[in-house]
């Protein structure tokens, strides 16, 4: 797969949102880490949107919803990676039969996911880097698209600009902070739990990092914590010994990030903070750069995940249960 | 304050949500224990809406997003116990200030969150009980009024013959159960971590029981796993010794209860189930029975919460961050 062939699906299946009557809402299906890739952009809808409604849906929760809403004016975006997912597959026949206008990302062309859908664009696959081709980029580029062609957002130019300067980025932040990821993994080894915390666009990969990497692929006990949330209940386990990672992000969520990382560090001596300002994210253009953040934590924390399962012996591919046998 | 001051007080907010031009949307605002609450309300306008969208949001998340859509045609619910929640107040401001209709719960009329909004119900607080002047039972009546008056949904009968059972129903359940709750707690009062699970109508509970009394009233590591989510990452931290607390709701979400269940109880040997259908909730009126489970497992797990709590010396009232300091 070639980014030129990305490209041309993408430019597809914005041509059909074109031509659509009516756009009212888009619902983001799928199911666990392609779930999280969802919803920063739930967020974009929220943040940019001027009358359509965005809403991340686990692709069981649509089905049992059955939202009355779904119709010819709804635009359903799926995403599995395998393309087999069945609750994801089901979810898109379900709004495919409603009238909706089904867009699905998949890596394998020729999947149920692929073939149930009227739209598919496929994607590169490399999770330590990024690029205007990478899956979360690619809906981060379908969702501005959807609200360029429909209620004429401007932002699309400024998008790809940043989106251009993706790749390099991410491998500098990657090498310049090869101390402090080995630091980490040496510092956690151990660890029987780790929790994240994020807000805003990030919030996602916050909740992916601990459900996909740290519970699925590390057997680390985790939970993802909304920062607007944590002085509402999860403060109170702060403690020296309890390890968070925190993503501090730009935006107008970034005074709450500030606001909870200001309490954690007082209280707990086991904070990891990744921080999109000193990571250089805020020399991308203004009006996008905080919609990017998720885009560079993503591939950045994976590079965490992996020296972490080095230190403990547990490579990120172990499962006990998934692919192991039927559930 | 009495029934029917909360009766009346609610009965004026809708008058105000009938009289307006339009209705578009419904934003549910607040944070912690509160928004927990206001999760079985973007769920009920998910099923039940024709036209309208439900939004629960974190106030702080609420007031960082400022949708644009935010306006005349909206709703804004909120809710603050003590109403002072100076996000939630903020929220309720901006809110106003757009044009939007404001509801406010709070337990203390004359607080700044009453004074910011243009209604305000107030409630009975007793946590281990249900009624239906009780916050969350006020909010369910709430959602379903808005949604007769403006698109004629018919339930709204079935919902007050429902609520009618409840106190009944809550206090004979937490009576015949209290063996069972007895040896929870008894078994659970080394635990370093306890998740909590469950999906539909009652992820706001699980949500709730995680954040409000495991993590803050007992300083117990925990996270709210959605059941839809469980088999996309969760379910591998899943071992013999990991406690689970799971709710098996009504109605199309159950499917998905049930079928985490049946692997979770295959691999720890330490779980928890509340299933309202053993519980005698499908007793209920057929059209709202799926509602109204939320209502019956928030007392009767804050009665565990008392026993836990009790078992391990730790009473829900101690904090040693909230309320104690500025934050």
Not at 8 to 23: E, P
Request: proline share 5%.
């Amino acid at each position: 797969m070639t980014s030129n062939q990305t490209d041309a699906q993408i430019s597809t299946a914005l041509s059909a949102v074109a031509a659509r009557d009516a756009v009212r809402e888009i619902f983001f299906v799928a199911c666990g880490g392609s779930y999280a890739h969802m919803l920063p952009n739930q967020y974009i809808v929220e943040r940019e949107a001027v009358a359509i409604v965005g809403h991340a849906l686990n692709a069981a929760e649509f089905k049992a919803c059955a939202p009355k809403r779904l119709g010819k004016s709804s635009i359903v975006i799926a995403c599995s990676h395998s393309g087999t997912t069945p609750e994801t597959v089901e979810a898109v026949k379900i709004a495919r039969a409603a009238g909706a206008l089904t867009i699905s990302l998949t890596h394998d062309l020729g999947s149920p996911l692929d073939e149930a859908s009227e739209y598919t664009v496929s994607y590169v696959h490399s999770p330590q880097t990024m690029s205007p081709v990478h899956s979360a980029a690619v809906l981060t580029r379908l969702t501005f698209g959807i609200l360029e062609a429909r209620e004429g957002n401007s932002k699309v130019p400024a998008l790809t600009e940043a989106l251009a300067k993706l790749p390099a980025l991410v491998d500098k932040i990657a090498q310049d902070r090869k101390t402090d990821i080995a630091a980490f993994a040496e510092a956690h080894k151990r660890a029987p739990l780790i929790y994240t915390m994020a807000s805003g666009a990030n919030y996602g990969v916050a909740y992916s990092f601990a459900i996909c990497i740290l519970q699925e692929m590390q057997w680390i006990n985790s939970a993802a914590i909304h920062a607007g949330e944590y002085f509402h209940g999860p403060f109170e386990i702060t403690d020296f010994d309890v390890p968070f990672i925190q993503l501090i992000g730009l935006g107008p969520s970034r005074t709450m990030d500030e606001r909870a990382l200001a309490f954690a560090k007082k209280y707990s001596k086991c904070m990891t903070v990744l921080d999109a300002q000193e990571l250089g994210l805020a020399a991308l253009p203004d009006s996008v750069s905080e919609y990017l953040t998720p885009l560079v934590f993503s591939p950045f924390l994976r590079i965490y995940a992996e020296k972490l399962g080095a230190s403990r012996g547990h490579p990120l591919t172990v499962r006990r249960y998934m692919w192991q046998m039927e559930y």
